[in-house]
């Protein structure tokens, strides 16, 4: 029985003003959450939540899984943001989807929950970064997961399909978010799988795929509860907020803004913010705690004068602190890929379109919290490419989605998830490019801060990068084309069966113009560049603002192969422990060495 979706942490402004707070964290999405329970472990450090989203732990919407694609593009869960204009990438603006929402982009994120490979984090600690290697983070990979063991019955035959995770070694058992293979799947997921081993020509001995080696094609676990509340998202907000929602000392404020963070002789003292049209300020004794996401942090520290002068003095505001790299470094995960009819007979999601097979579904999910509602695709796999071949490196991701995603409308989210002509059942096979050469940039260009930040992905920017995309469509081409998949497609819709790929040329053209963004932002606090390796804000010369630190996927240094939910609750639960340390207060057991085993 899950506890209650309210409780006094959720406080009104008036209470929430009137508190005196030792950490006031700036977002309450999927880092800010983690820090903000670790930190109120010990009763006696209080700790302020500020939130500009709603609670919506008792949404529907939010709770079952397969109906992510309908809080896209919608105001009361989404902040709406788009780029500018890409010229790499068809001259289009791009939907850049953000949750807006308590627990953030993790209550409508599409649930995948993968971990990137070893070398990934590794990289991070090349980089400078000291203690954020794949062995310095497992352990928080751990803390943050309950695995949800499956019934051995209910598994497909073929362990290849979904890797038995060897959960003494690298899984959580006892942490806040659940996550769980799928318990519904449509035959082509696993016929594909199959297909993509032999086209891949993949070794064949993926034992868990969270183990730091996630080389080769399998169902992927999700963030499914399947055992305290089944069949919902298991997500920030009631995996971390809604078992500590009693606690005297945390307090969390939703849909409220922060505008400012408070400066006083080079330190950070609060928080200025806006709820409900009416200005606020809150003080925090020891530390701000930035978490506002990849967007808004970068805008944030800009807004409250920490970044390049020249991007600030242009946005009529004072340089206090100067760091030219904050809002630099932003990178994405491009997804490509192609369309096609199924078979008379061979049915995906968009049978859902259907309205009586949909109330079929929805009463089976109601009863049961089984079949498609609380089953979205999760067939996925790690490729590389020839040219650059690195057997542990992935330089692509593929999925096999079982439903119409509509890429050639792919920089208009609400478009993409359009649903296909009346009667069709569509699959999408897709193809990620998960370590972008290419950079973009992420800067206020007023100081208003209601007036959204000039988001500039720089998609293609560096060529490679179309046609490590292109080799990949080549690749996503044979699996269509090998007998265990073919069987079941029809019509080729996307690209066009006129449009050929039979040249890199023509492939790269393709590419560049039909990509939706993965949802993987990262970078624009980065790493060792605007924060140092215990995240505390630092300027151009690498001096350490006091009281100020960012926890959430900005301060990503590079990219991690594949989503990247599962590496922000690592870096927030690693983010609490650093700072639990700092402060002295919550004892020897308390600190990193604790992190779960
Ligand atoms: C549509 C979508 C699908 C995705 N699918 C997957 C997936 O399947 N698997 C996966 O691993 N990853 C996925 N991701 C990525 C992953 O969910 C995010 O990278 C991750 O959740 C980001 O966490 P964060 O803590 O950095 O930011 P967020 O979780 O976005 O948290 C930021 C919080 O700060 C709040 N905030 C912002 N500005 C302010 C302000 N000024 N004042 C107060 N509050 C503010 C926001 O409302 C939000 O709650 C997806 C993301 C999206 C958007």
């Given amino acids: 029985m899950a506890p209650p979706n309210s409780g006094p942490a959720l406080c009104g402004i008036d209470e929430f003003i009137a508190h005196d707070f030792d950490y006031v964290i700036v977002g309450g999405g999927t880092a800010g959450l983690v820090v903000a329970a670790r930190l109120s472990e010990n009763p006696s450090v209080k700790v302020g939540v500020i939130e500009a989203g709603a609670n919506r732990m008792d949404d529907k919407q939010?709770?079952?899984?397969?109906?992510?694609?309908?809080?896209?593009?919608?105001?009361?869960?989404?902040?709406?943001?788009?780029?500018?204009?890409?010229?790499?990438?068809?001259?289009?603006?791009?939907?850049?989807?953000?949750?807006?929402?308590?627990?953030?982009?993790?209550a409508i994120n599409y649930l995948m929950y993968v971990r990137g490979s070893r070398k990934d984090y590794d990289s991070w600690a090349a980089l400078g970064n000291k203690g954020w290697g794949w062995d310095d983070l497992l352990p928080y990979f751990r803390k943050h997961q309950t695995l949800d063991v499956p019934d051995p019955k209910a598994l497909p035959a073929d362990?290849?399909?979904?890797?038995?995770?060897?959960?003494?070694?690298?899984?959580?058992?006892?942490?806040?978010?659940?996550?769980?293979?799928?318990?519904?799947?449509?035959?082509l997921e696993e016929e594909f799988c199959k297909a993509a081993y032999e086209?891949?020509?993949?070794?064949?001995?993926?034992?868990?795929?969270?183990?730091?080696?996630?080389?080769?094609?399998?169902?992927?676990?999700?963030?499914?509860?399947?055992?305290?509340?089944?069949?919902t998202r298991s997500y920030a907000a009631t995996g971390y907020l809604r078992p500590n929602v009693h606690r005297p000392n945390l307090r969390v404020l939703t849909e409220a803004q922060a505008t400012k963070v408070l400066l006083q002789g080079g330190?950070?003292?609060?928080?200025?913010?806006?709820?409900?049209?009416?200005?606020?300020?809150?003080?925090?004794?020891?530390?701000?705690?930035?978490?506002?996401g990849v967007i808004h942090t970068p805008q944030l520290l800009e807004l409250s004068g920490i970044g390049d002068p020249e991007v600030l003095g242009r946005a009529g505001v004072e340089c206090v602190i100067e760091n030219k790299s904050v809002g630099a470094n932003f990178q994405d995960h491009v997804l490509g890929g192609m369309l096609f009819d199924l078979k008379d007979g061979v049915l995906s999601m968009d049978q859902l379109q259907n309205e009586e097979y949909a109330k079929a579904q929805h009463e089976i999910y109601e009863k049961a919290k089984k079949g498609p509602y609380g089953n979205p695709?999760?067939?996925?796999?790690?490729?590389?490419?020839?040219?650059?071949?690195?057997?542990?490196?992935?330089?692509?991701?593929?999925?096999?989605?079982?439903?119409?995603?509509?890429?050639?409308?792919?920089?208009?989210?609400?478009?993409?998830?359009?649903?296909?002509?009346?009667?069709?059942?569509?699959v999408s096979l897709l193809i990620c490019l998960e370590h972008p050469l290419s950079r973009g940039t992420v800067h206020i260009s007023s100081s208003d801060p209601f007036k959204p930040p000039t988001i500039d992905p720089g998609y293609f920017r560096h060529?490679?990068?179309?046609?490590?995309?292109?080799?990949?469509?080549?690749?996503?081409d044979l699996v269509s084309k090998h007998p265990l998949v073919a069987k079941s497609l029809g019509e080729r819709i996307q690209p066009p069966p006129n449009n050929s790929l039979e040249t890199e040329e023509q492939r790269v053209e393709y590419v560049k113009n039909h990509i939706s963004t993965q949802y993987h932002l990262i970078g624009t606090a980065s790493m060792g560049e605007v924060v140092d390796d215990r995240l505390r804000?630092?300027?151009?010369?690498?001096?350490?603002?006091?009281?100020?630190?960012?926890?959430?996927?900005?301060v990503f240094p590079g990219h991690v192969s594949g989503n990247i939910m599962a590496s922000t609750y690592a870096v927030g639960e690693k983010g609490a422990d650093i700072i639990k340390e700092d402060d002295g207060r919550y004892g020897l057991d308390t600190g990193v060495s604790t992190a779960r085993l």
């Avoid at 290849?160 to 799947?185: C, L, R, W």
């Avoid at 792919?410 to 069709?424: I, L, T, W, Y």
């Fill in 199 to 231: 086209v891949g020509r993949s070794k064949k001995t993926l034992l868990d795929a969270w183990s730091g080696d996630h080389m080769g094609f399998y169902s992927s676990l999700g963030a499914v509860d399947r055992t305290g509340d089944p069949g």
């Fill in 267 to 292: 330190r950070a003292v609060g928080i200025k913010f806006l709820h409900y049209g009416k200005l606020y300020y809150v003080k925090a004794a020891k530390e701000i705690v930035l978490s506002t």
């Fill in 159 to 187: 362990k290849q399909f979904m890797p038995h995770a060897a959960k003494e070694k690298y899984h959580g058992v006892s942490g806040p978010i659940h996550t769980s293979f799928n318990d519904h799947y449509m035959p």
């Fill in 62 to 106: 939010v709770s079952t899984p397969a109906l992510y694609p309908t809080m896209i593009g919608r105001e009361e869960y989404d902040w709406c943001m788009s780029s500018v204009p890409q010229p790499n990438a068809g001259n289009k603006t791009y939907s850049m989807p953000r949750g807006k929402v308590l627990g953030g982009s993790s």
């Fill in 377 to 426: 695709g999760m067939l996925m796999g790690f490729v590389i490419v020839n040219q650059l071949s690195d057997p542990t490196f992935a330089n692509l991701q593929t999925f096999c989605i079982p439903c119409q995603l509509d890429l050639s409308a792919g920089s208009d989210q609400v478009q993409f998830f359009s649903a296909p002509p009346k009667g069709k059942n569509r």
């Fill in 537 to 554: 804000v630092i300027d151009g010369k690498g001096r350490v603002v006091k009281g100020l630190r960012v926890v959430d996927a900005s």
């Fill in 463 to 476: 060529e490679a990068d179309a046609k490590i995309l292109a080799a990949g469509l080549k690749w996503l």
